[in-house]
């Protein structure tokens, strides 16, 4: 062991025995809760008045156009630069046109 560790272990050990026996502390007077007297008569809440304005509330139809999304995580885009690099290669060997990406995907 390093004598760093083994310093800081004994002067630990000093410390604890020095706030075990040194320090004592004795309670020397009970605990007393003071004397209350309740005396309770009835209450008032307060009063408010409000003016506020009217709200005229209703229900209308609306036609909303929601954009579609394609979200590809990287293993999918890795598994189509795969498919896509593989046909490209196939186009090479056999001297045909590489096939054109499906037309109904939007990006």
């Known amino acids: 062991m390093k004598p760093s560790v083994i310093f800081a272990a ?12 040194m320090i004592d502390i004795d309670q020397t007077e009970e605990t007393r809760l003071p ?11 307060p ?13 209308k139809e609306v036609t909303v156009t929601v954009p579609t999304v394609d979200i590809q995580s990287p293993e999918e885009e890795a598994a189509e630069e795969g498919s896509t690099e593989a046909a490209e290669e196939t186009a090479q060997d056999t001297g045909a ?11």
């Open 97 to 107: 046109e590489p096939a054109e990406e499906d037309a109904t995907k939007e990006n």
């Open 35 to 45: 004397d209350v007297d309740v005396s309770v008569e009835g209450g008032q809440l």
């Open 10 to 21: 004994i002067a630990a050990v000093v410390v604890l025995v020095f706030a075990i026996y």
């Open 47 to 59: 009063e408010f008045k409000a003016e506020v304005g009217d709200i005229d509330t209703g229900t």
